[in-house]
């Protein structure tokens, strides 16, 4: 059997995927800040870690997946400046911070739902690990890493030597210059472990700490959280390609100036959906929920077919033609596999071959198109038996996620007025009143159904 390969951001490689414990996995998804609508940009990174996620339990692998949900500290710049997200969506929508994250957090699980994504194992929010934040800071400052500012206690980053070892950037280009960049900070890259509540506004959300009245920098709950559920060392963490050199970087420093040991063995970032050449954005355009493409007459699984047909870690240019494309090949795609269903062809049993192909392909650091390629020559493939194909498919498709299983002929029912209106139209095609019947028909169509002519006599079916 082929070997889990996947491409580690640290190494810049594609690596044998060995797992700390035999068969076991434990791993982290950067999750939504819930305070808004996600976009179709940040559902393609849950995507990816859902088809990862699925790679790995196809492989065998028991996997422990976290997605976080963050619902305080994440301002509106990434550079500890600005408002907290969600404060600033509570004010603009006059309600309480609570409920906005209450609503925009079940507001992303119906859309992983509806995207046919796994749910993790546990979604841990911010506002409910604040004491083990506050823990993770006082091992720090205890270790001495941190110092304190007017606003915060922040993370010197200059102490932890392998600082740029995941974004592989050039210090020099970043160091701190102006004054009005860097704050209170001594060095740019430092980064806020504690924020301190501004004595002119009591903030909705705000905790007693050693340091004083505050809340928890954005960093810091992702390594409280994740070091929680899955250790202080652990297999995978994933999110988007954004992540790496700021929020992740930030992570490793925290968490490995903490523990002393190394935090996490496999980095994997999933790459932007683009529109129009630019990540998408208000300016680019694209910026659709899963809510907004289905109004426009898509089904949500069609955006996740698109998205596997480019490799998660190149970017996926977005359009409505593209989205067009997608919803016929898949429209295609299902059709094939109905006739499949319903063929009573007896040919070989090719499973084990085309299980070879596949897992060729999606373990080679999940190459997915490739691997829909495999699912389509094998559709095609005539010497297979269609009851051992249908099977493989599903077996398939538990990597796949397109809901497989439920493509049937769907069972019309023919409300009793149509069946009467085709009954009146047969018995004046009978008469050969042609332009009568013609007039049945029109009526037909008017109330959703189409109706064509056969050797066995009508056939009524759904207009699409
Ligand atoms: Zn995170």
Redesign the pocket.
């Known amino acids: 059997m082929s070997k889990l390969k996947l491409y580690n951001t640290l190494t810049r490689k594609k690596e044998t995927f060995e797992p700390i414990v035999q068969g076991k996995v434990g791993m982290?998804s950067?999750?939504p800040t819930v305070y808004w609508y996600q976009h179709i940009g940040n559902l393609r990174t849950y995507i990816f870690s859902d088809l990862l996620r699925r790679v790995l339990e196809f492989n065998g692998f028991k996997v422990k997946h976290v997605i976080?949900v963050?619902d305080v500290g994440h301002l509106t710049s990434d550079s500890d400046e600005g408002e907290d997200k969600v404060e600033e969506a509570a004010k603009r929508e006059k309600k309480k911070a609570k409920e906005i994250t209450k609503f925009y957090f079940h507001i992303f699980k119906e859309d992983l739902k509806k995207l046919n994504i796994e749910l993790p194992w546990k979604w841990p929010k911010a506002s409910e690990h604040i004491k083990e934040q506050i823990g993770l800071v006082k091992k720090l400052e205890k270790k001495g890493f941190t110092y304190r500012t007017r606003d915060g206690i922040y993370f010197d980053s200059s102490r932890f030597k392998n600082y740029w070892k995941m974004a592989k950037l050039d210090l020099k280009g970043l160091k701190a210059g102006k004054r009005v960049e860097v704050g209170d900070k001594k060095h740019k890259t430092d980064f806020a472990l504690w924020k301190f509540s501004l004595e002119d506004g009591k903030r909705q959300q705000e905790w007693k700490s050693p340091w004083g009245v505050g809340f928890p920098g954005?960093?810091i709950?992702?390594s409280a959280m994740s070091m929680k559920y899955l250790g202080k060392h652990f297999d995978i963490h994933t999110?988007g390609e954004d992540?790496i050199p700021v929020?992740?970087t930030n992570?490793i420093a925290q968490s490995e100036s903490a523990t002393g040991k190394r935090f996490v063995n496999y980095w994997l970032h999933g790459a932007f959906l683009l529109s129009k050449g630019e990540k998408i954005s208000k300016s680019s355009g694209g910026l659709y929920t899963i809510s907004e493409i289905e109004k426009m007459g898509y089904d949500a699984v069609v955006f996740r077919y698109l998205c596997l047909l480019t490799h998660y870690r190149k970017p996926l240019n977005f359009s409505l033609d593209n989205l067009d494309a997608a919803k016929n090949s898949f429209q295609n795609f299902r059709r094939k596999v109905i006739e499949i269903r319903n063929e009573k062809h007896k040919g070989n049993d090719l499973t084990e071959s085309y299980t070879n192909l596949f897992l060729i392909e999606i373990n080679d650091d999940l190459n997915l198109p490739r691997a829909l390629r495999v699912v389509l020559k094998m559709l095609d493939d005539f010497d297979f038996s269609s009851g051992k194909k249908i099977k493989l498919l599903e077996k398939f498709d538990e990597v796949l996620g397109l809901k497989i299983k439920e493509m049937k002929e769907e069972k019309i029912i023919i409300p009793k007025e149509v069946l009467e209106l085709a009954e009146e139209r047969e018995s004046l095609r009978r008469q050969k009143l042609w332009a009568k019947a013609d007039l049945f028909r029109e009526r037909i169509r008017e109330k959703g159904f189409s109706i064509e002519d056969t050797n066995d006599g009508y056939k009524i079916s759904n207009l699409d």
């Open positions: 982290y950067c999750g976080n963050t954005w960093h709950e992702c999110g992540h929020h992740h992570e």
